[in-house]
């Protein structure tokens, strides 16, 4: 689809994120084909989690881990249902190949908000002259489908315990989304 690495980082390399919330978006746009990319990172990332532990130690100490995590998972679930507001696709990489359960219900308490929040999200795209009403309707401007991707390959050697800097000769390779989409990664 895309062709070319668009994200360019290492999954260990901290980025700036919002401390108060431990989660960041980031963007790029395509002008060639007019598409724009958006990566959500958030304290379940592993850079992000490695840049923000003593924010999370003073987090811990201050109101305990259930307060803690879920101040987290809120954060997250926000900057979520956001992406499915705006979002066609939303590709989802998970680092090993079993399937998450907690996914489930993450989706169903997104659903749940959602469609809490439909008929003041109408009313406020209704405001907005030039905007169809199929989004008008719908309460966002697509129905978006979410793409899972289990693969212990995404992460690099480092990661995986394959040795650091990738010294026991293992080829470090990042897939691109098209060989991904063929090779059934």
Known sequence: MVGQQIFSRDLTTPIDI?????????GYYDMSRRTIYLHLTAAYDTATLVSSLEKMKTL??????LMAWSSLKLSFAKSLL?????????LLCHPSH???IT???LFRTLDAIRSKAH???????????????DWISFGRLCAPRVLFLFSSRLLPP???GGGVGGQDGASHRYWSLNEVEFRGV
């Open 18 to 26: 919002d401390q108060s919330v431990l989660t960041g978006v980031d």
């Open 98 to 100: 079993t399937f998450d």
């Open 119 to 133: 008929s003041h999200i109408s009313e406020i795209l209704r405001s907005v002259p030039g905007i169809s009403k």
């Open 103 to 105: 996914y489930i219900h």
């Open 158 to 160: 480092q990661i995986k």
């Open 82 to 90: 956001v992406l499915f507001s705006v979002s066609h696709l939303l």
């Open 60 to 65: 811990l100490q201050e109101k305990g881990f």
